[in-house]
């Protein structure tokens, strides 16, 4: 087994695209025990750990950037896999999600004191009428995690809402979520909304939220519907112009 950390080889059973094997070991490979140590604490949602190991991590001197890529942020990844094929559901997720914020309260004042650019800015919100919002959680958890600036507006967030945030962030990625059959009509009134500010051009608007398809996003112009959080953070990285392997489709790469 390839890792000094007898719980994240067995994490890495979980993992059974050939693809992603090879991406997450990708991420592991030639890194130190303690981001081994790191992941497997995050993943198993031990935040006290996830809190000391950062904090030691810190004073033996590794840099914050490499603590978040090589500790939390591949340590996220394998959340995001086993969530979406059904190893794990959303307490197990929010508790993963917990262990990140521990260590990110160590990692975010140091980058943003050392002005590391984000990869892109998004605003993301539960569209009006609608209270539904651990999904979007989920979604603004991995982005974070992926290392966008997310701007989270909530839930019930109106048109004019969303467009002021994204005016006033200068953001380039429009998230929103709905739940409900009765609010998917507005996400494409805010797409309208839009479009009626001569705002559409240059913004990239992602939708998702559990009743919703492609096709439903086809028609209200939406450019990207992702399924889940890890199809969400894999569209955002395409509208900034990043591929990752996770975007490969699971029919043709298995
Ligand atoms: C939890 C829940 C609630 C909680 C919400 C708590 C909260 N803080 O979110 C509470 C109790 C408040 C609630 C209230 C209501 N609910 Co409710 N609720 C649910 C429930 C059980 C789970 C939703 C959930 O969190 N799923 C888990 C998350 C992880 O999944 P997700 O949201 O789909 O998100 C994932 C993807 O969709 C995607 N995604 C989500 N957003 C985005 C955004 C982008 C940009 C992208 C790319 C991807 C993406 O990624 C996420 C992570 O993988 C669902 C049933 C269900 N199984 O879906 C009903 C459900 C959605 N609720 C329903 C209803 C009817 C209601 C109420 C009207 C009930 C009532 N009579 O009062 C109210 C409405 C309140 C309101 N105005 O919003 C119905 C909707 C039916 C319909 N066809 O519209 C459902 C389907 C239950 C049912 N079977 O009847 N609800």
Do not use: W
């Not at 942020?73 to 999600?97: S, T």
């Not at 492609?214 to 959080?229: I, L």
């Amino acid at each position: 087994m390839p890792f000094h950390n007898e719980g994240l080889n067995k994490e890495m059973e979980y993992i059974s695209r050939p693809f992603e094997v090879k991406h997450i070991t990708g991420l592991f490979e030639g890194t130190d025990p303690i981001m081994h140590d790191l992941a497997y604490n995050l993943i198993n949602g031990n935040h006290h750990e996830v809190d000391r190991l950062t904090k030691q991590a810190l004073d033996e001197g590794y840099g914050a950037n490499d603590i978040l890529d090589d500790g939390l942020i591949a340590g996220m990844a394998i959340v995001g896999i086993k969530f979406r094929d059904n190893f794990i559901f959303v307490p197990e997720v929010l508790v993963a999600a917990r262990a990140m914020k521990a260590g990110m309260a160590y990692i975010e004042p140091i980058l943003a004191a050392s002005g590391i650019e984000p990869i892109g800015t998004i605003i993301m919100g539960t569209v009006k009428g609608d209270l539904h919002d651990i999904g979007k959680n989920l979604c603004i958890m991995m982005l974070r995690g992926a290392g966008f600036n997310v701007h989270d507006l909530g839930v019930d967030t109106k048109p004019q809402e969303f467009i002021d945030a994204v005016m006033e962030h200068e953001a380039g990625v429009l998230g929103m979520s709905a739940l409900l059959t009765t609010t998917m009509p507005n996400m494409g009134k805010t797409i309208e909304a839009f479009e009626e500010m001569g705002l559409r051009e240059g913004l990239k608007v992602m939708v998702g939220g559990a009743p919703l398809s492609q096709e439903f996003a086809d028609d209200m112009g939406a450019d990207g519907y992702g399924e889940n959080a890890i199809e969400c953070v894999d569209i955002a990285k395409r509208f900034v112009g990043i591929e990752e392997p996770e975007s490969v489709p699971a029919e043709t790469s298995d």
